[in-house]
């Protein structure tokens, strides 16, 4: 088990270390609207690996959570078609801080504010290791996939669409 020390007490970490997660720390310096392409680059692992945790909403405002490799997008129209709603979009900023309580950036499924729902790209278990945010900009968590399904226990989806 890697030693705790080091590790920035968030929401997040705090439920992890509560399931007996098994995590490695991944701090780099956060670059404003880099995304996952510098935080890869940062650790030097494939943005592949690296999986974005987004705040959505079907059209009566209900939140989502939707964690999606780094190099991929949601296809929303498949999203929605999947869980039965009509619409699903992107949370405004301030509306995913709101029901997260992490602010964008630093957004993780654990440790959320709100209970919301999760969906994950069902592809992300075919990974042996990922790099995921963990409630703070610039720190990531490396983990097993099969960890994420063990704590928040996401629907798995097939929505996910290659980036031009």
Known sequence: MIARTKTPATAATRELKAHAVDFSDHPYVYEEHGGTAVSARELGVAEHAVIKTLVMEDETKRPLIVLMHGDMKVSTKELARSIGVRKISPCKPDIANRHSGFV???????????????????????????????????YLVGMAPGDVVRVVDPTLVLVGVRDA
């Open 104 to 138: 964008i950036g630093g957004t993780s499924p654990f440790g959320t504010r709100k209970s919301m729902p999760v969906y994950m790209e069902q592809t992300i278990l075919d990974l042996d290791r990922i790099y995921i945010n963990s409630g703070k900009r610039g």
